[in-house]
C-alpha cells in the first residue's frame, strides 16, 4: 500500500473557520424599516448575493439592493455599517494558521465579495495570513464550483495530492476531493488540529 504524499499545501476557507458571521443586526435593520420578514438565506437570495460573489455586482450595487427590501426610509450608509459589521474572529484558528504558514504554504479560498474582503483585510489584516487568497469575486466563480478549485492550483502552483483544504461546509470539501486534494470538514479548532495531525501535519 502507497503511504500518502505528505501535506504541503493547506488552503482556509474564511467565514466560519477563520471568522463567524452574524447576520442578525443586518436583519434586524431591515425588519424595523420594513422590510418582508425572512431568514438569512432568503435575504441573500433575493439580492442575489452570488452576483456580487462572483464580482457579477459591485458593493455598491449589493447594497442598494438590500436598500430596495426596505418599505421604510434607510440611508445606504445605515446598510453598508450592518453589511460589515457582522465578523467576529476566530483567534485560535487565525493563530493555527499563521503557525502552520511557517513550514506549509498557506492560502485563503473563500466565497466573499469586494466590501466584505476589504473589510476583513482592513479590520482584522487576514490577507497577511500565509502566502496568498482568492476571493470568489475575484475569481468570478464561487465553491463548490470546480473551476475556483482549478484556479487556486493554477495561481499558487497547487499539487492536489499534497493539498488539504479546511472548509465549514462539506459539499465544498467534496468537490475539493475529486480535484485529489484531501480535506478537512471544519467544525471548531480541536477536531481540526487532530485531523491535521492524523495527516502528518504539525502543527
Known amino acids: 500500500m502507497t503511504a500518502p504524499r505528505l501535506i504541503?499545501?493547506?488552503?482556509?476557507?474564511?467565514?466560519?473557520?477563520?471568522?463567524?458571521l452574524n447576520y442578525r443586526p443586518l436583519l434586524g435593520l431591515l425588519a424595523a424599516s420594513g422590510a418582508e420578514p425572512g431568514d438569512?438565506?432568503?435575504?441573500?437570495?433575493?439580492?442575489?448575493?452570488?452576483?456580487?460573489?462572483?464580482?457579477?455586482?459591485?458593493?455598491?450595487?449589493?447594497?442598494?439592493?438590500?436598500q430596495a427590501l426596505a418599505r421604510l426610509p434607510v440611508s445606504l450608509e445605515e446598510v453598508r455599517a450592518k453589511w460589515l459589521d457582522m465578523f467576529e474572529l476566530e483567534p485560535a484558528m487565525v493563530d493555527l494558521a499563521h503557525r502552520l504558514s511557517e513550514s506549509?504554504?498557506?492560502?485563503?479560498?473563500?466565497?466573499?465579495?469586494?466590501?466584505?474582503?476589504?473589510?476583513?483585510?482592513?479590520?482584522?489584516?487576514?490577507?497577511?495570513?500565509?502566502?496568498?487568497?482568492?476571493?470568489?469575486?475575484?475569481?468570478?466563480?464561487?465553491k463548490?464550483?470546480?473551476?475556483?478549485?482549478?484556479e487556486a492550483e493554477r495561481r499558487f502552483a497547487l499539487e492536489p495530492?499534497?493539498?488539504?483544504?479546511?472548509?465549514?461546509?462539506?459539499?465544498?470539501i467534496a468537490t475539493a476531493l475529486t480535484r485529489g486534494w484531501q480535506g478537512i470538514v471544519h467544525a471548531d479548532y480541536p477536531r481540526t488540529l487532530a485531523a491535521l495531525r492524523s495527516l502528518r501535519v504539525s502543527c
Do not use: C, K
Open 144 to 150: 463548490p464550483h470546480a473551476r475556483i478549485y482549478a
Open 40 to 66: 438569512r438565506n432568503s435575504v441573500m437570495a433575493r439580492i442575489g448575493l452570488e452576483d456580487h460573489e462572483t464580482g457579477r455586482l459591485s458593493g455598491h450595487g449589493l447594497l442598494e439592493r438590500l
Open 8 to 20: 504541503r499545501h493547506i488552503v482556509f476557507d474564511v467565514g466560519w473557520v477563520l471568522v463567524r
Open 104 to 142: 506549509y504554504r498557506v492560502f485563503l479560498l473563500s466565497n466573499v465579495g469586494d466590501l466584505h474582503w476589504m473589510h476583513l483585510s482592513r479590520e482584522y489584516r487576514l490577507q497577511t495570513i500565509g502566502h496568498g487568497a482568492l476571493p470568489s469575486y475575484v475569481a468570478g466563480v464561487m
Open 161 to 172: 495530492g499534497a493539498t488539504v483544504f479546511i472548509d465549514d461546509r462539506a459539499d465544498n
